[in-house]
């Protein structure tokens, strides 16, 4: 008798805050969750602004009930700490997130049924899979 092994491939899918830039919050949201459908974890130069990851974590609450074998998601976010940086320093972070959004800041979404657990620290986020 052969014992078939079933393998989950993981996917990794880099999106540049560029490609994303000039999308709506809901085509912005549907993005995400196509790829993360699709057993993919997502890596978003960028940071998503707050109305949006608000209306990503209620349109996976949703969807838990109705796809199967999805279980939700898991998101984190690293950005570069310049509480510690001097008044020009803050005074140039400050300026630049205004006219082009977050984008000095790491967002990691994956599917929660692939991803144990997101550590994260100011320098660094560790990965744990399932």
Excluded: C, W
């Amino acid at each position: 008798m052969k014992i078939k092994k079933l393998r989950k491939e993981l996917s990794l899918q880099v999106i540049p805050f560029s490609e994303i830039q000039n999308l709506t919050i809901s085509e912005r949201v549907k993005k995400i969750l196509n790829l993360v459908l699709g057993n993919k974890i997502v890596i978003l130069h960028g940071r998503l602004r707050p109305e949006e990851e608000a209306r990503l974590i209620e349109d996976t609450m949703a969807l838990v009930d109705h796809v199967k074998n999805f279980k939700g998601i898991e998101l984190a976010v690293i950005e570069p700490n310049v509480k510690n940086e001097g008044f020009l320093t803050k005074a140039k972070y400050g300026i630049a997130k205004r006219l082009v959004g977050d984008t000095n800041a790491l967002t990691l979404i994956g599917p929660a049924s692939i991803i144990r657990e997101i550590k994260k620290d100011p320098k660094k986020i560790e990965l744990l899979l399932k």
